[in-house]
Structures are given as structure tokens and as C-alpha cells.
């Protein structure tokens, strides 16, 4: 919102000598955001006076139109003699009045003004466009001012082209702040001045002879204000004041009507939308669309409705977007003049509508048509609906003043009912919320500064203004009397805090996880959890996979990932493929997080309350609603894992680091991690690792499919692994303990078994460690053979067994016994046979 400070002055009577950045510091004390102060013709230099053309002589031989002119300026040069100037500009003639720029001035940009000779004339000075004044980015042509205005006036003045706008960053809960009236209300509690309110109008009560309305559909539209103005002059143009203020706050003056309903829309708060009366058919009538209707909106866009959005209609169809946009069949024509009777032509009956509609249905709204508007803008944010009446006044007051139409009788109100809002404070709740004391008589004047009534002692009761829909419960106006007071009086104390106890073992697991995958290289990211049906698709995931099943959320970000993750591949291999764009061609990463599971009946959560700890059976309901949340790790790997350098070839990333950092995982949980075949997108079928721990598959990893691979421009050969933790845990946290440490020497022995092809080399090992006993101390599988010697449908496994006694040396024939047990154990359960046996 780009509030002028001149404007500002109207409302409240400011001290004379404070600035644009004094009262942007006030505003900032009092909670606003105030972004930027602009210096609006800070390097401007007068004398800038208004002129008349007395006359004009066109120079030929040149490539573009030169005019030598002589101007009127009054006694402005000092002699009362006229002004010689030349301008290329031709929308002038001579008897206009227009704006001069003399010699020793100085103009936006910085652009000094000095007599100079050109075209073979003397040019003491400039006639001005509204760009080279700063006005605006009309570059077509000469200001042209009408003609009442003096020759000599100080066109600085006139013009208004010296200010300083405030530019106020408006959050959602303040739109009230989206209007004059408002940022004037917060400007006058800052200064403790009194507001002079421009909604404080003397408005006539609704009668039966105003514009025939009917809403439909109360919710949706609870205030419909409709005021006509007849005989208005459609050539009649909007005044520079108005032009300017428009300018200053952001906006390009069109025409008369419309700028006047944009000016009260900046003044008041409330958004009006203006009819031509002659192309309105019969009554006005608010209602839903019908699904599939059509609606030509002012910006000339066909636009196809559905059911939930809200229309303005007459007997010919939707006439506009309730809240958001105008339709194009009734907008107000420009003027036209007749070129042979010069006879202006254009919209004369003017019906001014000042409606509230639902925030939230125009917010959908504008959304859904990708229609954002300044009206949909400030519905959306909350308009004050006792607003409606004064808005339409101070629109038919313009429309009279300004070009000479006559206000009719009929006066138009429907309203809905509107439940008083009361809320009950206890007197010292902002001094206990804060920490300090302000005081009853404190806390009442802050909150009728804002615009409460306020009645009590000891307890408050409260009932906020109309304006401000966010104030709902006793800590609403905590929070206004602390802003207020200023939150730089508010006491810096540390809060007494009771000691803790610490991570659970839970916690620390998890952070004992993350710090051994970074140990092990990989670095951590952060991803956002949000998915699209996209990313599923690349994933290869099937159309019946439970991984599709999501939570949608209302408001997403990005409509293209309108969902909650149900799977941490999507975001990490999204980070890998960034990366990899960016030239990190050699990649490690991991993440840790939460993943979203809708459950199986879906619940609404209750909203709850601020002014005490909910209840226990609040907090189960809450729960209730809430997906499944269970804990994941994930990492991501592609090029390089071992560096190639002077010292030789490196090593490839494979599935075998996968693998690897999966036993990471598990070591730090103290548990023992089984590998073994497995399938599940989006892995490569053949190279798919299924994790299990304790009979539970807790996750896959492996390289991924080619097609997944090749769909998200990933290198070959990349591959990913994931782990449910809270699986993983499903039996609690064991406590990790150091292993011990023998000062004895190892007795090394090794053993290759064939064993069929379909047996996984884990239960192998596994079988091993049963049958070596508590000598073992380690068992490696160091090759993996097949081939003629093996067998047909055979593989050779060769392991290592270390084996280490804690209070002796062992002698070869107890190594030899402890190997001969390991391979009795493995050749029971797997029917391993000794190669070469």
C-alpha cells in the first residue's frame, strides 16, 4: 500500500516538520511494515510556472515536426515579456494553457533548464510533458491544463509534484491497512492525535426507490449498497489532485468514473465497481454460477465459471466476477466526440455499487480465474462491511462535484444480520502477557484507539470495530495493546526455564545416525516435502502403489505439488539432479525426515484454544486428524564414490554403497542389518537390495531402474536407499556399546563354499557366525565365483573368518575347529559344500 504523506495529512494533523521517515518510524514502533520511503520531486527546482501558448510557428526542413512558440508566464522570467520556447510536440495549440520550465530550474531526473540556441532559435526554457515532471510515463504529448487555471501560477504547488510516499508491506490480518483510513487510524494512535474518519458520513437510509437488487446468496454477499447518479458529463476529466493521489498510491488515472472509485477504494477501504445504467438489463441479482456459464470480464477475457464462484447478474446474464473483476457488457464507455458537431458522446447514468463479499469465496475465486485485482486483493484480506453506505456516498458526492451529475433519491442497502462480537479480558491480561504493567486505563484507551468499545473494571468487555475481523479472543487484544505501548518497552527477561532430561533415546539415535552417514561422507540436505502426481510418475511408481495415496493440502505453494511427500526420493534425487546441473558431478547426499500417510478416515482437527492448555481429549482429537508421520532416511548417490587421481582409477558410486550406507543406519541402533533380493520401484528389478532386521523389512536399496534414471535426467547407474526408522526401532533404541579389545594375536582362516545360486550370500555369513562360535571375531565375504568349476546353477563363496580369544592365544587346532563348526552350521542351513571337498 503506497500511502502519500499529503494524503495522510488530511486525516490526521501531523506535527509540521515531520517527515516521511519519521512517520514511517512511528508506524514501524506500532507494528506496520513500512518498506520504503520514496522522495517524490526531491531534486525538482523551480520556477515551474504555468503558461499560455500566445503563439506558434512550425519550422520545416527538418526530419520531425519543430514548432517555434512564444508562451505567456506571467511576471514568472522577471520581465512579463513572453517566453520564447521551441517544442517538438504537437498536441498543443495556440490559447492552451500548459506547464513552463524556465531557465535556472531543475527537473526529476536531475535535468537542469538553461536557454539555449536550437533549430536556429532561441529556446529559454521547455513546455513540459507529465513524464519530464515526474508525473507518470506519458510520453505521448504536452500537459495540457484546463483552462481555468492562471498564467504564472507555481505549477509545483499545483501539481502536487513534491511528496513522500510510504510504501507499507500489509500483512494478511491487517487489511484494514489497505486504505488511508486505516494506515491514518494506526498513524493517529502512533502520534495520539484524533482521526478525522472520511467514512464519517451523513448517508440517507435505504428507501424503496433505489436500483431493484436481490442477493441470492447471503453468505456470499452479506452488504449490497447501490446508489445512482444521473446527467454525469462524459467528457468531463478527472481533476490533477485526484490524478496525482491516484499516481502516488500506484495507480493510472483511466477516466472520471473509474478513477473516482478507485480514489474512495484508496480513501475509504472499500472496493466499488460503477455501472453504465442505460446497459444494465433489469434488476441486479447476486447469485452462484450456473456450471459452465461464460463471463467477458473487463480485461476481455472469456472466462468459464463453475458452481462456487459468485456473480453479479441482470436479466441478460452474468454482468461480473463478485469481488474480483467486472464484466465488459456494462463497463462505463469512454467519451467520444462527434468530429463534425463536436458533441461528446458516453456513459451519463451511473449506478455505483459498494458491496462485502466472502473473503475466503473471493479468494478462491481470484485464484481459480488467476485474476488477482485490487478488489479481490482487499476482500480477500477482510473490508469493513460497515463501510458499504459511506463508500457510495463519497463516490456519488465525486460524481456530482466534479462532473456535474445529480444524485438520485433511491438508496439501495441490503444487509444481512451481523451477530455483535464480544470478547472478555481480564483488565491485567496485557501486563501478564508482557510482563509489565500498563494499567487499566492504558489498556482501555489503546483499545479505543483502535476502534473497540470498551465497558468493565476488573473484566473487560470488549466488542472490536466492524474493520477488524482478525480481533477474536482476549490475546487478539493483548497483542494490540502491547503493539501500541511499543514492543521496544516490553521488558528483555529470560524466562524461567526447568531443566530438562535431555534427548530421549530415540533422539539420539537419529542424530547419532546422521552424524555416521556424514562420517561416511555423505553430505545432508534439506528437501521441501512437498509432491505432485509428476514425481510419482517419474518415480515409476505403479497407479494402485500406496505411495500415491497423499495428503492434499487446501492452499499449496505451487499447484504442480499440491501434496505431502510419502516418500524422501522424491526431493533428495530433485537435489542430486541440481547439483549435477551445477556442474557437482560427484555426489553423496542424504536426508532425514518426516514422510505424510494419510490414515485410513480422514477427520477434521479442532481448532484450539489460546487462552488455555487444551484438554487432553483436544489433544487426541488433534492427534485423530493428524497423517501417520513416521521417520525416514534416505540417501542419494551418482559419479565418483572413490576419487580417480595420480594414484589411479577411482571407484564408480554403485549399489553396493547403498547397501553399505543402510548398515551404517543400523550399526548406529546396535542392529544387525540382512541384505537379500528384493523388488520395488523405483529400483532396478535385478539390483534391488530388500533391508530386514529381526524378520522386518525396514527399507530398499539398490541402483535405480534405467527408465526411472533416464525420466529424471539423472546419471546412469545411480542409486538410492531408504529406511523407515521408526520400523527400524520397533523394539526400542539398544544401547551401543565399544567392542573388545583382545591384546592377543588373530588366527585367520578361510573357507569357500558352493552353494546354489539362489541362496543369498547373508544367510551364508549368517550361518557362519552361529556355528563359529564366541571365538569369532569378524567374517568378510572377499570373492564371489561362477563358472564350469562351480557348477551349473552353483556360486562360490570365500570368506574370511577372523577368530580372537580375549585371555589367550589360540592354538590352530581351536581356529581349525571353530572354522570346521561354521561350515557344519552353514552346510545344515544352506546346503553349503566345502569347494574342492
Known amino acids: ?127 513540459c510533458s507529465a513524464r519530464e515532471l515526474g508525473m507518470g510515463d506519458d510520453h505521448h504529448g504536452i500537459l495540457v491544463l484546463p483552462s481555468h ?60 426507490y433505489g436500483y431493484p437488487v436481490k442477493v441470492s446468496d447471503p453468505a456470499g454477499c452479506d452488504r449490497f449498497v447501490a446508489r445512482t447518479v444521473t446527467g454525469v458529463d462524459p467528457a468531463a476529466p478527472s481533476p490533477f489532485w485526484l490524478q496525482r493521489r491516484l499516481q502516488k498510491a500506484g495507480i493510472r488515472p ?57 456473480l453479479i447478474c441482470d436479466n441478460s446474464g452474468p454482468i461480473g466476477l463478485a469481488g474480483v473483476m467486472g464484466g465488459a457488457t456494462t463497463e462505463i464507455l469512454d467519451p467520444v466526440v462527434d468530429p463534425e458537431t463536436g458533441e461528446v458522446t458516453g456513459s451519463t447514468e451511473i449506478v455505483v455499487e459498494a458491496a462485502h463479499f466472502d473473503p475466503v469465496g473471493v479468494a478462491r475465486t481470484a485464484k481459480r480465474h488467476k485474476l488477482p485485482s485490487e478488489a479481490s486483493k482487499r476482500f480477500e484480506r477482510g473490508v469493513d462491511p460497515e463501510a458499504a453506505r459511506a463508500a457510495a456516498q463519497r463516490a456519488v458526492d465525486l460524481l456530482v462535484l466534479i462532473a456535474g451529475g445529480t444524485a438520485e433519491a433511491g438508496v439501495t442497502d441490503i444487509a444481512a444480520p451481523h451477530p455483535v462480537r464480544t470478547i472478555s479480558i481480564s483488565a491485567d491480561l496485557p501486563d501478564r502477557v508482557a510482563g509489565t504493567g500498563y494499567g487499566r486505563e492504558t489498556v482501555t484507551r489503546r483499545l479505543q484507539e483502535v476502534g473497540c468499545s470498551v465497558s468493565g473494571a ?22 494490540e495493546v502491547i503493539r501500541l505501548e511499543g514492543y521496544d518497552n516490553v521488558p528483555a527477561r529470560m524466562p524461567n526455564v526447568p531443566p530438562g532430561r535431555g534427548l530421549t533415546d530415540v533422539q539420539r539415535f537419529h542424530r547419532r545416525a546422521g552424524v555416521a552417514l556424514a562420517a561416511a561422507g555423505f553430505v545432508e540436505i534439506n528437501a521441501y516435502p512437498f509432491v505432485g502426481d509428476a514425481a510419482f ?35 533428495l534425487l530433485g537435489a542430486l539432479r541440481r547439483n549435477i546441473g551445477r556442474g557437482n558431478t560427484d555426489l553423496a547426499l542424504f536426508e532425514t525426515g518426516t514422510v505424510f500417510l494419510p490414515k485410513d478416515e480422514l477427520k477434521v482437527a479442532p481448532r484450539l484454544p489460546v487462552d488455555r492448555r487444551p484438554s487432553e481429549a483436544e489433544l487426541a482429537r488433534l492427534d485423530a486428524a493428524l497423517p501417520d508421520q513416521p521417520r525416514r532416511v534416505a540417501v542419494a548417490l551418482a559419479g565418483e564414490r572413490v576419487p580417480s587421481g595420480w594414484w589411479g582409477k577411482g571407484a564408480s558410486a554403485s549399489w553396493a554403497d ?27 528389478p535385478g539390483r534391488c537390495a530388500e533391508l530386514v532386521v529381526d524378520g522386518r523389512v525396514v527399507g530398499h536399496a539398490g541402483e535405480l531402474h534405467p527408465r526411472v534414471v533416464k525420466a529424471m535426467h539423472l546419471p546412469e547407474r545411480t542409486a538410492a536407499m531408504e529406511i523407515d526408522l521408526d520400523v527400524l526401532l520397533a523394539d526400542g533404541a539398544r544401547t551401543v556399546s565399544g567392542p573388545a579389545v583382545s591384546a592377543y594375536p588373530v588366527a585367520t582362516q578361510d573357507v569357500a563354499l558352493i552353494v546354489d545360486s539362489a541362496v543369498p550370500a547373508a544367510e551364508v555369513e549368517a550361518a557362519l557366525r552361529d556355528g563359529a562360535g564366541e571365538l569369532l571375531e569378524a567374517v568378510r565375504l572377499f570373492d564371489v565365483f561362477t563358472g564350469e568349476q562351480a557348477g551349473a546353477g552353483k556360486k562360490s563363496l570365500a570368506y574370511t573368518l577372523r577368530f580372537r580369544a580375549t585371555d589367550r592365544t ?3 587346532d581351536e581356529a581349525s575347529a571353530a572354522r570346521a563348526s561354521a561350515v557344519a552350521v552353514a552346510a545344515a542351513r544352506t546346503g553349503a559344500v566345502l569347494r574342492g571337498a
Open 1 to 127: 500500500m503506497r500511502v502519500p504523506l499529503s494524503w495522510l495529512r488530511e486525516y490526521v494533523d501531523l506535527p509540521a516538520g515531520e517527515t516521511g521517515r519519521d512517520v514511517a518510524a512511528r508506524l514501524v514502533r506500532a507494528g506496520l511494515e513500512v518498506e520504503t520511503v520514496e522522495q517524490i520531486g526531491a531534486d525538482l527546482k523551480g520556477p515551474l510556472v504555468v503558461g499560455q501558448v500566445l503563439s506558434v510557428e512550425v519550422l520545416s526542413g527538418f526530419k520531425k515536426p519543430i514548432r517555434h512558440c512564444f508562451v505567456d508566464v506571467g511576471d514568472a522570467n522577471g520581465t512579463g515579456e513572453p517566453q520564447e520556447i521551441v517544442c517538438g510536440a504537437t498536441n498543443f495549440q495556440v490559447g492552451d494553457k500548459v506547464v513552463v520550465v524556465l531557465p535556472g530550474a531543475v527537473l526529476p531526473g536531475p535535468f537542469p533548464i538553461a536557454a539555449r540556441e536550437t533549430y536556429g532559435h532561441t529556446s529559454a526554457g521547455m513546455i
Open 149 to 208: 487555471h492562471e498564467v504564472g501560477t507555481d505549477a509545483i504547488e499545483l501539481l502536487q509534484l513534491v511528496d513522500e510516499v510510504l510504501d507499507i508491506a500489509v500483512t494478511p490480518d491487517r487489511g484494514y491497512c489497505l486504505s488511508l483510513r486505516g494506515v491514518a487510524r494506526e498513524a493517529a494512535a502512533a502520534y495520539g492525535l484524533p482521526l478525522a474518519d472520511p467514512a464519517l458520513l451523513d448517508v440517507p437510509p435505504a428507501n424503496a
Open 254 to 310: 483511466i477516466s472520471l468514473t473509474v478513477d473516482i472509485t478507485n480514489y474512495v477504494m484508496l480513501e475509504v477501504g472499500q472496493p466499488l465497481h460503477a455501472y453504465d445504467r442505460s446497459r444494465l438489463d433489469g434488476p441486479i441479482h447476486v447469485r452462484r454460477a450456473e456450471e459452465g456459464e461464460i463471463l467477458t470480464t473487463l480485461d476481455g477475457v472469456k472466462r468459464k465459471l463453475v458452481a462456487e464462484d459468485l
Open 458 to 479: 476488573d473484566v473487560l468487555e470488549v466488542t472490536p470495530p466492524s474493520w477488524r475481523p482478525d480481533l477474536t479472543d482476549p490475546y487478539d487484544l493483548a497483542e
Open 537 to 571: 510418475d517419474a518415480l515409476g511408481l505403479e497407479k494402485d502403489d500406496e505411495r500415491r495415496r497423499t495428503v492434499k493440502l487446501v492452499n499449496p505453494l505451487n499447484d504442480e505439488e499440491p501434496a505431502l511427500r510419502t516418500t524422501l526420493l522424491p526431493g
Open 658 to 684: 547403498a547397501v553399505e550406507a543402510a548398515r551404517t543406519v543400523a550399526a548406529a541402533a546396535n542392529l544387525e542389518l540382512t541384505v537379500r533380493q528384493g523388488q520395488r520401484a523405483p529400483w532396478h
Open 810 to 812: 589360540l592354538t590352530a
